[in-house]
C-alpha cells in the first residue's frame, strides 16, 4: 500500500481555494432548480456584488426554497440596499408562499430597511390576533422601531403592535408585540 504524505502548506492552500464569487453567481443563477437551491444557500459566505445581484434576480424562483434561501443569504450578506425593494414586494402579495412572505418579514427587520414599515404593518394586519405567524412581522416592526422610525410610519407601526397586544388572547403573542413597542425611541 502506498501512502501519500500532504504537508500542511499545501492542505492550508488546498483549503483556500474554493469558488470564487463568480462561480457561485452563475450555479445561483443555473438552469437546475437544485444547483440553483444549493447556490443561494451557500452564497451567504460570498459577500460580492455578483453575488447579491443574482440572489436577488432568483428572489422570483418558481421553486419555494430557492427564493427561501435567497432570501436567508441577502439577510446574511447584510444586503439591504440591494434587496430592500425587492423583499417589500414580496412581502406585499407578490409570493403566494406564506413562508417567503414570512422570510421576507424577518429579513427586512434583520436588514433595518425603514421605507418597508408600512408593509410589514399591512402583512401584520393580515392575520388574525392570536395568530402566531405574525410574529416575524411584529419582531420586525420592533427591530424597525429600535432603529428609528419616521414619525408617519412610528405611529402607524406602534397602532398596529398596540392593537395586536390588546386583541390577542395568546399571552406569547402579547408578549413580543409588548417587546417590540418597547424597543421604539
Do not use: H
Not at 428609528?148 to 403592535?161: I, Y
Amino acid at each position: 500500500m502506498r501512502r501519500i504524505v500532504v504537508s500542511m502548506p499545501l492542505l492550508a492552500l488546498l483549503a483556500a481555494c474554493g469558488p470564487a464569487a463568480s462561480d457561485i453567481a452563475k450555479v445561483v443563477g443555473s438552469e437546475n432548480p437544485v444547483q440553483r437551491e444549493d447556490g443561494a444557500k451557500i452564497a451567504q459566505n460570498f459577500d460580492d456584488p455578483a453575488v447579491v445581484d443574482a440572489l436577488v434576480k432568483v428572489l422570483d424562483d418558481p421553486a419555494e426554497q430557492v427564493r427561501l434561501n435567497a432570501i436567508e443569504s441577502l439577510a446574511e450578506l447584510e444586503a439591504g440596499a440591494a434587496a430592500g425593494p425587492r423583499l417589500t414586494a414580496l412581502l406585499a402579495a407578490e409570493d403566494t408562499s406564506p413562508a417567503v412572505k414570512r422570510a421576507a418579514a424577518d429579513a427586512l427587520g434583520r436588514l433595518l430597511v425603514l421605507d418597508a414599515a408600512a408593509q410589514i404593518v399591512v402583512y401584520v394586519q393580515s392575520f388574525g390576533p392570536d395568530d402566531r405567524a405574525q410574529l416575524a412581522g411584529v419582531w420586525a416592526l420592533g427591530a424597525l422601531g429600535a432603529k428609528g422610525l419616521p414619525s408617519e410610519s412610528r405611529t402607524a407601526a406602534m397602532e398596529a403592535l398596540v392593537a395586536r397586544r390588546d386583541a390577542t388572547k395568546d399571552r406569547y403573542v402579547r408578549y413580543n408585540a409588548s417587546a417590540a413597542l418597547r424597543t421604539f425611541r
